[in-house]
């Protein structure tokens, strides 16, 4: 009688009396389990998508494009590197690079030089 296969109801039947310590399954686990033992061979759990490899050559032209221009919003970074906005987030990261900062000193760095030329414009005329 072990070769006929069980209905999905059975299934949830036998799991309730062999474990009642344990909470039920309902048929759409089953369902699901079936499903993916279909499509992969087994049940075990699959690894969570790995994290995206970003190689220094990329990581070098995203840095040196936000040194060319400080206020480059982290997701235009993101477009033009063809990576993901959460990626170059990481990246900044990880480098200690916080964009934010950089448009205050390049904002404090262009008032300084705009302070400098009025005062050589000044002196001139």
């Known amino acids: ?5 069980r ?4 299934v ?3 799991f309730r ?9 309902n048929q759409g686990t089953i369902s699901k389990i079936e499903a993916q033992y279909r499509e992969m061979g087994h049940v075990r759990k699959v690894p969570s ?5 970003v190689d220094d050559d990329t990581k ?10 400080p206020i480059t919003p982290a997701r235009q970074l993101a477009r033009d590197s063809n990576l993901n906005h959460k990626t170059v987030l990481k990246i900044l ?3 200690k690079t916080r964009p934010y900062k950089m448009q205050a000193d390049h ?6 030089l705009m302070k400098q030329d009025t005062c050589v414009y000044s002196s001139t005329n």
């Open 1 to 5: 009688n072990s070769d006929r296969a």
């Open 7 to 10: 209905t999905q109801c059975e």
């Open 12 to 14: 949830v039947r036998l």
């Open 17 to 25: 009396e062999t474990h009642p310590d344990l909470p039920p399954l």
């Open 49 to 53: 998508k790995r994290q995206a490899v």
């Open 60 to 69: 070098l032209n995203l840095l040196l494009a936000l040194e060319e221009n």
């Open 93 to 95: 990261k990880y480098e």
């Open 107 to 112: 904002f404090s760095l262009m008032t300084l």
